[in-house]
């Protein structure tokens, strides 16, 4: 497929001495760039969502570690910052780890940087090779729902769940588009959006809260989601509202499809219930843009994953290949352990 016409945002750009960001949080009104030459600027960018999605955040996650070694830092407190920086996405904690074992058999920052570049380059690649696997499970004519955003933006390029309807799309067998808003953060609304009229790919924003009745319609025959964290069984955390979005998924007769590479699976965690949640500020519930919305003195409540049980999951795509109707036997047939 055509990768340069689909595919054109690097929001993750390593610049020799220090890491080039897209601003995620000022998009789509405003393209403005963040450079980060130490770790804890880059910690700060990843708890703050300038660069967010489980992918992305490994690899800006890895080339911390570089700045840290090129600025000649203690490269163990810089490990353990970055770890920190967010709780539920595994690829931070895996990216971190390659990098560790590589600083334990004594690579120094060039060494260091030909690892941060493999990591991007191997995501890269993993996404186009699921793109493909995951289409070719989808009928010619079919409608798709998204949820948060999963493309470039989130990953080295080209995306997961975003990869496959791009993949999907260029090969004629997806003729609807539609992606939630996916509120408080509106990934949907602002980032998938954003890639998908880039793109030139019609598209077509719900509100969250329209998503049973747009299954009910008959417009979509699969929800395609991303992943931050898959459990050795097969349960998935993913933005909140992904689990909503598959119980209503299987009441209306629609498939549920989850892609991510390898690297968002831990085989250490044994389910879902394992699976740490991050939990955020309730300030993101209260105010849009800055603005307050909801009448001072109110709660919010502000989880931000949610688990989506495996039963619940029609396919989970990796570039390991396709896992049918997920449980642990089947997991542990491609991860091993
Ligand atoms: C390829 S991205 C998959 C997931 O990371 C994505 O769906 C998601 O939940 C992102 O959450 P975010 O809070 O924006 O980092």
Redesign the pocket.
Known sequence: MDYDRYDRVRAVQWQGDHLRLLDQRLLPREERWIDCSHAAEVTRAIRD?VV????A?GIAAAWGVVLAAQQGEALDPALAMLRAARPT?VNLMWALDRMKSRIAAGADAAALAVEAQAIQDEDLAANRHMGELGAALIAPGSGVLT????GSL??AGF???LGVIRAGVAGGRIDRVYAGETRP?Q?GARLTMYELVRDGIPARLIADSAAAHLMKSGEVQWVI????RIAANGDTA??IGTYQLAIAARHHGVKFMVV?PSSTVDMATPDGEAIEIEMRDPAELLATAGQRTVVEGAEAWNP??DVTPAGLIDAIVTERGVIEHPNALAMQAVFGR
Do not use: E, M, S
């Open positions: 969502l967010r999605g489980a992918p955040i996405a949820h948060c955003n999963t989130a990953t995306g997961t769940a953060w990934q989601v991303g992943a931050d993913n933005k991510a931000v994953f």
